[in-house]
C-alpha cells in the first residue's frame, strides 16, 4: 500500500533553515509528483510547490521562491524540502502528499510540526 | 492567484440531512481541451492530513462512500453528503489544480446538530 512516512518534528529559532523529509513505499517513486503543503496552527492549507522526483524538476510558487528547496534521492525513495530563513509565522504542519496524475493529491504523509520560536 | 471562496464557513447538520458545501473560484478551472475541471474536495478530520474525497470536480476516489457527490463546473462548485453520518464530522477544503499556484478554500467546519 501506499506509505509515506515524514521526519520528526522539529523546533527551529527564527533565521534557521529546517529539512524535512518525505520516505515513500508502495509504488514507484518516480513515477508520481510530490506535493508540499503546510497548515498553520488552527488555519487552512497552503501549497509550496511539486518536486517531479524523476528529474528533479520543481515547481515553486512565488511566494515561496528563494525560500524553498525542494530535492529527492531516488535511490531511497525519498524527497525533502528545506525552508531556510525561518519565521515565526513558518510555524506549521508540513506534508507531502503524491500527485494523483492530474495535480490532486491522494496520498499524505503524516505531516511534520515545525515550530519557529526564539 | 485563483482564489477559492467557501461558503458557508461553517455548518451544523441532524444525523442522516442532507449537507451542502459551495466553494467559487475567481476563475474558471475548466480545461476546454480536454472538458475537465481541475477542482478538488478534501476532507481533514481532527489530528489528521486531508483525505481527498472528489477529483476532477465529480468523481468521487476510491473507497469514498457514495453518500458524497460533487457537481459543478467552470466556477461554482458543490459538495454534497446525502445523509450525514457522525465520522462526517470535519473541515471539508476546496482546491484548484487548474494554476499554479495551487489554491485551497479557507475551509468549511461540519458539525452535528
Known amino acids: 500500500q501506499v506509505q509515506l512516512v515524514q521526519s520528526g518534528a522539529e523546533v527551529k529559532k527564527p533565521g534557521a533553515s529546517v529539512k524535512v523529509s518525505c520516505k515513500a513505499s508502495?509504488?514507484?517513486?518516480?513515477?508520481?509528483?510530490l506535493h508540499w503543503v503546510r497548515q498553520a496552527p488552527g488555519q487552512g492549507l497552503e501549497w509550496m510547490g511539486w518536486i517531479n522526483p524523476d528529474s528533479g524538476g520543481t515547481n515553486i510558487p512565488q511566494n515561496f521562491q528563494g525560500r524553498v528547496t525542494m530535492t529527492r534521492d531516488t535511490s531511497i525513495s525519498t524527497a525533502y524540502m528545506e525552508l531556510n530563513r525561518l519565521r515565526s509565522d513558518d510555524t506549521a504542519v508540513y506534508y507531502c502528499a503524491r500527485d494523483r496524475g492530474d495535480y490532486s493529491s491522494d496520498h499524505w504523509g503524516q505531516g511534520t510540526l515545525v515550530t519557529v520560536s526564539s | 492567484d485563483i482564489v477559492m471562496t467557501q461558503s458557508p464557513e461553517s455548518l451544523a447538520v441532524s444525523l442522516g440531512e442532507r449537507a451542502t458545501i459551495n466553494c467559487k473560484s475567481s476563475q474558471s478551472v475548466l480545461y476546454s481541451s480536454n472538458n475537465k475541471n481541475y477542482f478538488g474536495w478534501y476532507q481533514q478530520k481532527p489530528g489528521q492530513p486531508p483525505k481527498l474525497l472528489i477529483y476532477?470536480?465529480?468523481t468521487r476516489e476510491s473507497g469514498v462512500p457514495d453518500r458524497f457527490s460533487g457537481s459543478g463546473s467552470g466556477t461554482d462548485f458543490t459538495l454534497t453528503i446525502s445523509s450525514l453520518q457522525a465520522e462526517d464530522v470535519a473541515v471539508y477544503y476546496c482546491q484548484q489544480y487548474y494554476s499554479t499556484p495551487y489554491t485551497f478554500g479557507q475551509g468549511t467546519k461540519l458539525e452535528i446538530k
Open positions: 508502495g509504488y514507484s517513486f518516480t513515477g508520481y509528483f
Open positions: 476532477w470536480a465529480s
